[in-house]
């Protein structure tokens, strides 16, 4: 552990999470990075046509506070664990505006596998957030998706019946739509798990 960041370094896993964002920035596995940006936190998505109508309509425009709050957040507290066959790091923080308390807790398995426990207490004073999750980029080489989920089409939380639970797989490329204003798109309800693998089949697991 150093003064900016927290370095775990297990059989051929190597995983480190900066002090001050809290993000896991390094995500290497028999040296080969899958993270082509860190893992962090975020409250925000692309706005919709029908967000922006919304929140005009209904004078919630303060939701776009969210947009930028991931990047305000200020670590308080980090505390590193060890104990057989596993590592924890506990990360607490909070977000000024909107007013936030953010606890992530990682956990790696002496596998390799690295689960990812994330809780935000928002203050019930504070406008409505659009989403409530994390992000990170991947490199263009892993473009091989495998799902087990509803498909093969994209379904959404009122438009899925005629789509069936089951594994099946594509290509990134052919998953998403240029639309000329932020659109939803490519969602897959009840996804239990995905693959996201480059040419060799060697990739993420989710």
Same mark, same amino acid.
């Given at each position: ?9 297990? $059989? ?10 809290? &993000?896991?920035? #390094? ?44 990047? $305000? ?8 664990? &060890? ?7 506990? %990360?607490?923080?909070?977000?000024? $505006? ?17 689960? %990812? ?27 091989? %998706?495998?799902?087990?989920? #509803?498909?093969? $089409? ?53």
């Amino acid at each position: 552990e150093g003064e900016q960041s927290i370095t775990v370094n297990k $059989q051929n896993l190597t995983l480190k999470v900066d002090k001050t964002t809290g &993000s896991i920035t #390094k995500d290497s596995v028999k040296g080969i990075d899958f993270m082509a940006s860190p893992l962090k936190i975020n409250f925000w998505r692309p706005e919709t046509e029908n967000d922006k109508a919304y929140r005009n309509y209904m004078k919630k425009t303060n939701e776009r506070e969210w947009m930028r709050a991931a990047e $305000q957040l200020k670590v308080t507290k980090t505390n590193v664990v &060890s104990e057989k066959g596993k590592i924890t790091i506990n %990360v607490t923080g909070i977000i000024e $505006q909107p007013k936030t308390e953010v606890n992530l807790v990682y956990t790696i398995l002496g596998n390799g596998y690295v689960k %990812v426990n994330y809780s935000a207490n928002i203050d019930k004073n504070t406008p409505d957030a659009p989403k409530i999750g994390m992000q990170f980029d991947i490199s263009n080489a892993y473009q091989n %998706v495998n799902y087990f989920g #509803k498909g093969p $089409q994209a379904n959404y939380q009122d438009r899925n019946t005629a789509a069936l639970l089951g594994i099946y797989s594509g290509n990134v490329n052919t998953m998403s739509y240029g639309y000329v204003v932020p659109q939803e798109y490519g969602n897959h309800m009840d996804t239990r798990w995905f693959t996201v693998l480059n040419a060799s089949g060697k990739g993420l697991l989710v």
